[in-house]
């Protein structure tokens, strides 16, 4: 067993306690404010409100761009000066968005070749919003020249405490297929590697008889008649994911030059944007942002939201980061779009607090009379004050000002989830074993199960360093690196406890089969190979000899032909494809402990496994905290602050002494968590 306590992983001397805005007071409380879609009497009111809301602030001008640019080269700056000194006289800071995530009408119509190309030909219009080809030099020029200007313009302006740049990076353009983009593509791939021969090798062209005599004959990877080259689409994802950090660089230098000391960001889609590798995104950025938006109808939606708060602070490298949108209720852009429950909100926005955000900012200020997201909630509804919404608003900006404390402190975690872009890329293209091997769904499933162990949860790029981390979960890695591999065998060699799901360490990083047979990067860390993949058929399902008390359990999706080579077979399949083999095995390797689990286990069942892998790692999860508990604990220089968020129907007690922070009481022994309330013990 490693012997470590679980403890801040990300502690460094640098950067501890600093505050997410420097220029900020306190946790950032606002939203996305677009006054340029009201008359400017509407502003004065918009900001009084703000003041009653706890408001300290909004994002501005993210969509303005044929506001401030109405033709090439002829500017409006008036109504933005107005608008920001309005807030600066009211002391609301601004983050300001470079508009460029929305290039106005005119930039299409005098750049027909910028508009985006889908996979299969199809020429992309506007009159929507992400309208242009990434890889657009016009489009690059345009971005430029607006973003110049307004750095130029507000530069060193009081109410301007953060720069936003664009608005979700390959949110709805992350591909195209334009023949700008296909010309771009054919460079980054000679710039990767120098020579046809290296690329042919890399892609195992020989197959199917795709060899390239000629750079030229490269195209991206276009629909086709039938599967198209896997490696060639994983490097189409890697070059547009790079398209997008190239229009991003672009501007952050643009601004760090005419705006220096004013802080970068831009909002991340942390875990539903598949498109973009952010582990690569993370060094660029002055502070890390997302946005995040409830999957509404799941009922235990809030535990994906708990997973995608865990990845943002791992992405921000354990440092505090900022939530600069969610939203106050239903969204519009989903196809039922349920409302917010009473409450919902404020656990909502708590529970991004309670995993390391230092502000806590909606999608938007106002809602929008006119457009396609006038349906979407907002601060203030279009119902104005006299609503619930409002009202928890306000409730919930006097709660965040007063939990002011909490800033720049880290969040305590107890084990570490791996999580890779790349591989998530991989998985999901044609023609793998069976449909029902997804990324996201082996990650939400291991995630559950320590979310309701009350554990938390910090992910980790599967080549980074784990030594903090005494449990290492590998929910989905079927592309394994073999820096990655030698990072999982080095880690559990020094005494980490390491649980590994199946198909895992199948390929390397251009979708070629590790030599030797399954799971080749694997296979001497888990002490087994495995012959063959047994994929279940649908809703069909086996069962295992288990540790459950009627002493079984039962799994779906996935099985195999496991044939152990030094580690202990631990449950087994009782029929189905594989009966009688191995199912759950468990290897002791240098001094610690690699656990392989070949086929879907879920619930309860997979509880059996985690317990065993809980105990060899020494991790101990918090015993007598009712199921529908949420807690987390956030470390300050001589403080911890422990979250608990009941999202039950019963009032919960828990063990603790402290000040509670909600509602300034002290508690001596036992902290009462009402029914969906939250309550946050701050002790020495
Ligand atoms: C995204 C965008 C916002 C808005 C919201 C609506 O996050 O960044 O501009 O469209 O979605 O939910």
């Known amino acids: 067993m490693r012997q470590l306590t679980p403890v801040d992983p990300h502690d460094s001397p640098a950067g501890r306690l600093a505050p997410v805005v420097p220029r900020l007071a306190g946790i950032a409380y606002g939203g996305d404010y677009n006054p340029e879609q009201w008359p400017a009497e509407v502003w004065r009111e918009d900001v ?256 994906e939201l708990a997973m995608c708060a865990d990845l943002t602070r791992s992405v921000a ?140 949860v910090d992910f980790a790029h599967p080549a980074a360093s784990l030594d903090a981390y005494p449990l290492v979960i590998a929910p989905s890695l079927y592309l394994t690196t073999p820096a990655a591999a030698q990072n999982l065998r080095r880690y559990v060699a020094g005494g980490g406890t390491l649980v590994v799901s199946y198909f895992s360490g199948i390929v390397d990083g251009n979708d070629a089969v590790h030599p030797g047979g399954y799971p080749g990067a694997l296979r001497e860390l888990l002490g087994l190979s495995v012959e063959e993949f047994l994929p279940l058929r649908a809703g069909e399902t086996v069962r295992l000899n288990g540790s459950a008390p009627d002493g079984g359990a039962t799994a779906d999706v996935w099985a195999e032909r496991v044939v152990p080579a030094g580690a202990a077979v631990e449950w087994s399949y009782l029929d189905g494809p594989a009966a009688g083999l191995p199912a759950v095995t468990r290897h002791r390797y240098g001094r610690g402990t690699a656990w392989y689990v070949s086929t879907r286990l879920s619930g309860t069942d997979l509880d059996g496994v985690l317990a065993r892998a809980y105990a060899d790692a020494g991790v101990v999860p918090p015993a007598g905290v009712p199921d529908a508990v949420e807690l987390v604990r956030r470390r300050g220089q001589g403080v911890e602050y422990l979250i608990a968020i009941n999202h039950g129907e019963c009032d919960a007690r828990l063990p603790g002494a402290g000040l509670e922070m909600t509602t300034g009481t002290t508690v001596a022994g036992h902290l009462v968590v009402p029914a969906g309330e939250v309550r946050v013990l701050r002790t020495p």
Not at 381 to 409: F, K, M, N, Y
């Open 317 to 456: 490298g354990g440092r505090p980061w900022l939530l600069l949108e969610h939203s106050t209720g239903a969204v519009n852009w989903q196809p039922r779009n349920i409302a917010k429950r009473p409450g919902e909100l404020r656990r909502n926005s708590l529970a991004h607090l309670a995993r390391g955000a230092d502000g806590i900012m909606f999608f938007q200020w106002r809602a929008s009379r006119s457009g396609a997201e006038k349906f979407h909630s907002a601060m203030l509804p279009h119902g104005g004050t006299g609503t619930r919404i409002w009202r928890d608003v306000v409730d919930l900006g006097a709660t965040v000002r007063g939990l002011a404390d909490l800033r720049g402190s880290r969040v305590v975690a107890d084990a570490a989830v791996l999580w890779d872009w790349e591989s998530w890329w991989a998985l999901e293209l044609d023609w793998r074993p069976s449909v029902d091997v997804t990324f996201r769904e082996r990650v939400e499933a291991y995630y559950e199960r320590l979310w309701r162990a009350h554990l938390t």
């Open 48 to 303: 009084a409100l703000m003041r009653e809301a706890g408001v300290n602030l909004v994002s501005v001008g993210i969509f303005a761009w044929a506001m401030l640019e109405p033709a090439p080269g002829r500017y409006d700056f008036g109504w933005l000066d107005r608008v920001l000194e309005l807030l600066d006289r009211a002391g609301i800071g601004v983050d300001l968005g470079t508009p460029t995530a929305a290039p106005p009408p005119w930039f299409l119509h005098r750049n027909p070749q910028a508009r985006p190309v889908t996979r299969d030909g199809r020429v992309l219009g506007g009159g929507a919003r992400q309208s242009f080809c990434p890889s657009s030099p016009a489009y690059a020029d345009a971005a430029a020249a607006i973003t110049e200007r307004l750095a130029r313009r507000y530069a060193g302006h009081p109410a301007l405490m953060l720069w936003h740049a664009h608005n979700e990076y390959g949110g709805a353009n992350a591909f195209c297929y334009c023949p700008v983009s296909a010309a771009a593509f054919r460079q980054w791939l000679r710039a990767r590697y120098g020579t046809l021969e290296a690329l042919n090798e890399a892609w195992g062209t020989a197959f199917w008889s795709q060899r390239y005599g000629d750079w030229a004959e490269i195209e991206p990877p276009v629909t086709a008649p039938t599967a198209v080259n896997p490696a060639q689409e994983l490097d189409f994802y890697r070059f547009s994911a790079d398209a997008h950090l190239a229009n991003f660089r672009r501007e952050r230098d643009i601004l760090h030059r005419l705006s220096p000391g004013t802080p970068v960001t831009t909002n991340f889609m942390l875990a539903n944007c598949k498109n973009i590798d952010y582990w690569r995104w993370a060094g660029e950025l002055d502070l890390i942002s997302n946005d995040h938006y409830l999957r509404a109808e799941r009922a235990d939606n809030h535990i």
